[in-house]
């Protein structure tokens, strides 16, 4: 097979000759259909009570990390014991000021904007990146996808700087290399951090923090099939009760013990704490004090589970007004308690991977701050110095914890961001192999109606990445048997970079080529947090899209040419000859049942007899087209799967021969292939297997 490292896009080719243009003629993309599935979605509005009762439970699924930094925090800020109160006094106001600098100002009220039609996320960014600017790796991006109600991007001035940003991102390949690695290595960590949050405590041994932290991650595992709304029900009535109670014990021990820590919110004594030596003074103390923003990140990533008002209220009125008054009755407590800075928190190892995940965020800040809000770029230097100067002084105290367990979740967090670049190098080379080895569309149609076989009842779906063209694997099944299927069609599962597609929007179907070939093409699009779970009924949806579209196309050939339509949602838009426009309900509706009542509305400008006439025929066209899907269907469904095995060539070097033939040959082992995930049956599987060398 072709081994090639030209990058290829379906937009493009460098050679355009006349069998180029032929098959663009031929194959042409689905505006046509994309357009008649717009205005589907509608955004769902909150009410306030339904508002208040979503921050409350946001308090069980967002909150916790947060809520349980108070435990560790002046621990190992001081794990050498405190020489002087100043000290306190002015960790204090570091904690003050990190928690309102990140998570409040950044987070909650800056960055939480930047989600994507509520899903939040290093993802969630890159998503949006990737609707701006044409910066996916995989060029399987075209106009039809930006007819999505969930597709929504900014425009902008061709002269405005967010454009010169943008053609600066799409100018070289290595650009959008780097941004794929940035929003990996961000990812990555995210994982890393997640996987180990150790808690220790001076009197309790080891064994029974680890009994009972297995207790625990059961009982939450097998709680969570139940959903978030469930566990978010029963969590947020302990952590608000956790959160009053550190908040309600500060103010005890403000008024009990010394009310001058509140002295602490002045910036001067955060300054004084760097100038000062000692135990507890200066760099190293950072490591610990970083610890009081572990879990901000969640703010960001849980917004898929609840709106931007919601995670902003709970954090505002009751998350970050407890906090500040916890830390501040534990500061007074340590004015008068000095020697009890090790027996009265719990220690933990550094969470050194969360610097790098908050680094990451503020530089994909910048590129959505100038590509989608458009700011100016004094705006963006501004964010993203105040940013850089706080996280990255945290990042240089805590490299000095590196070698005491922050080295953990650095080789998890790097065991990940290789796995998941090996798999998505593979999958780049499988899709530049599907484009280069496509077979044009002029060719198969010049086999004639029936593609030079015996064409045998049934329906043949045949499954590739390509939403244009026709599939290496299928010219490779036609040249090695003698029959096909009555009706072809190629099914392209294609990911977009939305967070979900709705199921009204799912399938573009288009006819390929005249009618007697019976040919068509069907892309089902899917979001990146569609489909979890097996989809039962593809099959069906995809024979119901094709069925709805055999109908409307019938439907809208029974008009006259000088009326045109468009079919958007429940509504169909009539032109007429004088340039007037008018709204009708066209009773057209995402189920086959109510399509049996489309009935195709006179012209008012053409007579009737010639619409009754062309209607009828159409009809009967439908009609008999109709049937024939029916008995194919009858007939029997093939799935035609392309099983594309990639391997590196002798002459590869030892890294590559590792990463291709056993790293990425395992990942897709046991990754589940489409078969698995749209239900189909073994006895109607067909896979047809190519061998590809890199």
């Keep these: 097979m072709a081994s090639s490292n030209v990058e290829f896009t379906e937009d493009g080719d460098t050679n355009k000759g006349s069998m180029w243009v032929l098959d663009q003629k031929l194959d042409q993309p689905m505006d046509e259909e994309a357009g008649r599935l717009r205005n589907m979605y509608r955004e769902k509005k909150f009410s306030t009570l339904l508002l208040l009762r979503l921050a409350f439970q946001s308090l069980g699924v967002v909150y916790g990390d947060l809520g349980t930094s108070p435990l560790y925090v002046f621990y190992n800020t001081f794990p050498d014991g405190i020489d002087d109160q100043e000290d306190i006094i002015g960790a204090l106001s570091l904690i003050i000021y990190s928690l309102t600098l990140i998570p409040l100002l950044k987070y909650v009220f800056i960055v939480c904007k930047a989600n994507d039609n509520g899903q939040g996320g290093t993802f969630a960014l890159y998503s949006l990146l990737c609707r701006h600017a044409k910066v996916k790796t995989i060029p399987n991006q075209h106009r039809t996808d930006e007819e999505l109600t969930t597709y929504s991007r900014s425009t902008f001035h061709e002269h405005s700087y967010a454009a010169k940003t943008k053609r600066w991102l799409e100018r070289y390949a290595s650009r959008k290399n780097a941004l794929l690695v940035l929003v990996l290595v961000g990812t990555s960590m995210v994982i890393g951090d997640g996987i180990l949050t150790p808690v220790d405590h001076p009197k309790i041994s080891s064994d029974v923090v680890v009994l009972i932290a297995c207790v625990i991650l059961v009982g939450l595992f097998s709680m969570q099939h139940y959903g978030t709304d469930k566990v978010g029900w029963l969590f947020a009535p302990i952590v608000l009760l956790w959160f009053l109670l550190i908040g309600g014990i500060g103010i005890y021990n403000i008024w009990k013990h010394d009310s001058t820590v509140l002295k602490a919110f002045s910036p001067v004594y955060m300054i004084q704490f760097f100038s000062r030596g000692g135990k507890g003074g200066g760099w190293n103390a950072l490591g610990g004090i970083m610890l009081s923003i572990t879990g901000t990140e969640a703010l960001f990533a849980d917004l898929a589970h609840f709106p931007v008002a919601a995670v902003q209220l709970a954090f505002t009125v009751i998350v970050f007004p407890c906090l500040l008054l916890a830390y501040s009755g534990q500061a007074a407590y340590l004015m008068n308690n000095r020697e009890h800075v090790a027996d009265a928190f719990y220690r933990s190892i550094p969470g050194t991977a969360v610097v790098i995940v908050m680094l990451v965020t503020t530089l994909l800040m910048v590129l959505i701050m100038l590509l989608v809000w458009r700011c100016h770029w004094i705006v963006a230097v501004i964010f993203t110095g105040l940013s850089l100067v706080v996280e990255c002084t945290y990042f240089s105290a805590v490299l000095f914890k590196v070698n005491q367990g922050g080295w953990v979740p650095l080789v998890i967090a790097g065991a990940f961001l290789m796995i998941m670049y090996i798999w998505h190098y593979g999958t780049l080379k499988r899709y530049e192999f599907e484009m280069h080895s496509k077979v044009s569309m002029a060719w ?73 070939f019976h040919m068509f093409r069907c892309v089902a699009r899917y979001g990146y947090k569609d489909l979890h779970k097996k989809d039962d009924n593809f099959e069906k949806k995809l024979f119901d899209s094709l069925l709805l579209f055999v109908r409307l196309e019938s439907m809208m050939e029974g008009f006259s040419d000088s009326d045109g339509f468009s079919i958007c949602g429940q509504q169909a838009v009539q032109v007429n000859n004088n340039g007037n426009t008018s709204t009708f309900n066209s009773l057209v509706d995402t189920t086959v049942s109510s399509i049996d009542s489309i009935v195709p509305v006179k012209s008012p400008v053409q007579g009737t007899n010639t619409n009754q006439s062309s209607s009828q025929a159409s009809m009967q066209t439908e009609t008999d087209e109709t049937e024939f899907l029916n008995t194919c269907r009858d007939a029997g469904v093939v799935h035609i799967l392309g099983n594309t095995v990639i391997r590196a060539r002798r002459d590869a070097t030892f890294i590559k021969k590792i990463a291709v033939d056993y790293i990425y040959a395992f990942l897709r082992k046991i990754c589940r292939e489409n078969s698995v995930i749209f239900n189909v049956p073994h006895e109607s599987l067909l896979n047809v297997g190519q061998i590809f060398y890199v």
């Design 444 to 516: 198969i149609l010049g086999l004639g109606p029936s593609l030079g076989l015996v064409r045998v009842p049934g329906i043949g779906l045949v499954y590739t990445e390509l939403a244009s063209g026709v599939p290496h694997i299928f010219s490779h099944f036609i040249t090695n048997l003698p029959a096909i299927h009555s009706i072809v069609t190629f099914v392209c599962v294609k990911y977009l970079p939305v967070y979900t597609v709705p199921e009204e929007e799912r399938f573009l179907v288009k006819r390929i080529g005249p009618k007697s």
